[in-house]
């Protein structure tokens, strides 16, 4: 009788590719009406199972599946399908996913480190240029470069949308990042005219040290032990660089012109330095609130009314002797708008720090190209500077590298 009152019917569902699903329902009634009932409704029970299968597995056919209580069938409460044997959607979410991704398009790897690459060497073939120009004053080569990018950037701010303002509690800080990023850029020519392209180039790109120490001061950022001892490395090489008199001697080899030259040279590349590292800090003030081209258009707007009221003063306004030196002019611009276009592009695909790093190839270039256009071979005080700033700066960006990857 105990096996005739507790029958048990057996129930396979296939749910999906390769599973199955298997359920026994014990039967609580009768003999008399067991073995009728369970051949009548013999074939109707699987169908019955599988709908409320299905609608507790999906939650979609909920609502279906609770409209046919008129049945008897169904004013069973069944748990066919308990939460550890919902497997069905299993496969087909992960089959889709899988052919999400596969259709997501993959991002080229290495492409913002080719960005920076491309920027870097722009900015070194500007310098090249910009010594190569005789009898123009490094304020009107600025100048010109400010105009031909100011023509360059109105097209964007319209098609952006941006105005010409920007945000009005911003405004006080785009007038500084015009003002001080101009500044750093006529005193990086007058450098270069002045001193060995190389020497210039190596002052000027310890500005990532000094970011961090006026980061620091002026927006409460954390300063360690190691930003203290890049700072004394940098200095370092600054000194190596200089060479001064009272430490090195009045017999300097390597020196490109006079000594009064070379030490005008190395406090405009030093007090560039210092302004780029002033520029860096106001855009990290402002933050991503303010447009990158707005940015630009201050940069180029108030570059070119300073120049011009510079120059006009000085009296240095001239027209290159020939046609090559107006060309070059021209390109010195060019090459500055698509350095700038290609190092925020690397920016916004690659790290800030990984960016930072390709950017010593910098370094690398302006000792070539001194050699091969210039002649003028490095001396081992200047190799000993350069890399005193190389590793400084390469240390700043390795610690803010590491950090981030941490705290990610």
């Not at 889709?96 to 259709?103: D, I, L, Q, T, V």
């Not at 991002?107 to 920076?116: Q, S, V």
């Not at 360059?152 to 509690?169: M, N, Q, W």
């Not at 032990?225 to 430490?247: E, H, M, S």
Request: aromatic share 12%; charged share 15%; with cysteine.
């Amino acid at each position: 009788m105990g096996d005739l009152n507790h029958g048990t019917h057996k129930r396979v569902f296939s749910v999906g590719d390769d599973v199955t699903v298997v359920f026994y329902k014990v039967d609580n009634r009768g003999t008399s009406s067991g073995g009728g009932h369970s051949d009548e409704c013999g074939e109707d029970e699987p169908a019955a199972e599988r709908i409320d299968f299905q609608s507790n597995c999906h939650g979609d056919a909920e609502e279906e599946a609770g409209g046919n209580d008129n049945s008897s069938q169904s004013s069973e409460k069944k748990t066919l399908c308990p939460p550890a044997l919902c497997v069905s959607g299993e496969p087909a979410s992960r089959e889709g996913s899988a052919r999400e991704g596969a259709e997501k398009p993959k991002g080229c790897p290495g492409l913002g480190l080719f960005y920076a690459f491309l920027s870097t060497v722009f900015f070194s073939i500007i310098s090249v240029l910009v010594k190569t120009i005789q009898g123009v004053h490094a304020i009107e080569i600025s100048a010109i470069r400010c105009f031909f990018q100011m023509l360059f950037v109105v097209p964007l701010l319209i098609y952006h949308k941006t105005g010409f303002l920007g945000p009005r509690d911003k405004r006080i800080y785009l007038v500084l990042r015009g003002f001080i990023g101009s500044n750093a850029m006529i005193l990086l020519f007058y450098a270069v005219q002045q001193m060995p392209l190389a020497d210039a180039t190596v002052i000027m790109f310890s500005n990532p040290v000094f970011t961090s120490l006026l980061a620091w001061i002026f927006l409460k950022e954390r300063c360690t032990i190691w930003d203290c001892v890049f700072t004394v490395f940098t200095l370092t090489g600054v000194i190596l660089i200089a060479r001064p008199p009272f430490l090195f001697g009045d017999h300097l080899r390597g020196i490109e012109g006079n000594y009064t030259n070379h030490i005008k040279g190395t406090i405009a590349a030093f007090a560039g330095a210092i302004a780029a590292a002033c520029t860096f800090v106001i855009l990290r003030k402002m933050g991503k609130s303010v447009h990158y081209y707005l940015s630009v258009w201050y940069y180029a707007v108030i570059g070119l009314i300073e120049c011009i009221i510079a120059v006009s003063v000085l009296g240095e306004w001239k027209i290159p002797f020939c046609g090559r030196d107006r060309w070059i002019l021209i390109l010195i611009a060019v090459l500055g708008i698509a350095g700038q276009t290609f190092l925020t592009k690397a920016l916004q695909i690659e790290k800030a720090a990984p960016v930072a790093l390709m950017r010593t190839i910098d370094v690398v270039l302006a000792f070539i190209f001194q050699f091969l256009f210039f002649n003028l071979a490095p001396t081992l005080w200047s190799l000993g500077g350069a890399l005193c700033v190389v590793l400084s700066t390469s240390g700043v960006a390795a610690r803010r590298w590491y950090t981030s990857s941490r705290n990610s």
